[in-house]
T-cell receptor, first 109, second 114 residues
Framework: GQSLEQPSEVTAVEGAIVQINCTYQ??????LSWYQQHDGGAPTFLSY????GLEETGRFSSFLSRSDSYGYLLLQELQMKDSASYFC??????????FGSGTQLTVLP | DGGITQSPKYLFRKEGQNVTLSCEQN?????MYWYRQDPGQGLRLIYY???????QKGDIAEGYSVSREKKESFPLTVTSAQKNPTAFYLC?????????????FGSGTQLSVL
């Protein structure tokens, strides 16, 4: 099985940089994904790391360290629309994703 | 436009009643999933299907049933055996060859008990 831990809440101001951490305990770990979910909406895919290192997609970057069982999502130039919940998810065998409990990001003006 | 359609958006269940949540996709994806989300919590896997006429239990399958008679459709039935069904239900799909790292989600069904 898998379990993922992430902070429940993070607050930052518009234009700032914020990092959301995720640690995991898992067997058969393949990679780490990140999803964004606005209130009452569907989760949308942000990024996936199968290998150690940093993946950059516009204002968002994601990092994975397999040796530390740790990853993070980095959001730069924060905008008000980035206020949402962010979930890390561990990808394992049998084509199943296990999700963390989510981090509620609040962006202040 | 390709996507996943869930219906209804809101559903109410009476005591002892079975209800069925619809999920249809036109993305030509082989794999489909059902997740349950409780307020302030992550998503928990109920059932998943990798191919037509085949499905497997997830972490919280008790009180639920599914079918996969067509590639496009993966309905979820919440049975009367599920004693705490109030939650937000999300259907998702993924391509067969892309691994399971990118899921495409529907807009969800909010189920409440009367």
């Amino acid at each position: 099985g898998q379990s993922l831990e992430q902070p429940s809440e993070v607050t930052a101001v518009e234009g700032a940089i914020v990092q959301i951490n995720c640690t995991y305990q898992t067997s058969g770990f393949y990679g780490l994904s990140w999803y964004q979910q606005h209130d009452g909406g569907a989760p949308t895919f942000l990024s996936y790391n199968a290998l150690d290192g940093l993946e950059e997609t516009g204002r968002f970057s994601s990092f994975l360290s397999r040796s530390d069982s740790y990853g993070y999502l980095l959001l730069q130039e924060l905008q008000m629309k980035d206020s949402a919940s962010y979930f890390c998810a561990g990808s394992g065998s049998a084509r199943q994703l296990t999700f963390g409990s989510g981090t509620q990001l609040t962006v202040l003006p | 436009d390709g996507g996943i359609t869930q219906s209804p958006k809101y559903l109410f269940r009476k005591e002892g009643q079975n209800v069925t949540l619809s999920c249809e996709q036109n993305l030509n994806h082989d794999a489909m999933y059902w997740y349950r989300q409780d307020p302030g919590q992550g998503l928990r896997l109920i059932y998943y299907s990798q191919i037509v006429n085949d499905f497997q239990k997830g972490d919280i399958a008790e009180g639920y049933s599914v079918s996969r008679e067509k590639k496009e459709s993966f309905p979820l039935t919440v049975t009367s055996a599920q004693k705490n069904p109030t939650a937000f239900y999300l259907c998702a799909s993924s391509p067969a060859t892309g691994g399971n790292e990118k899921l495409f989600f529907g807009s969800g069904t909010q189920l409440s008990v009367l």
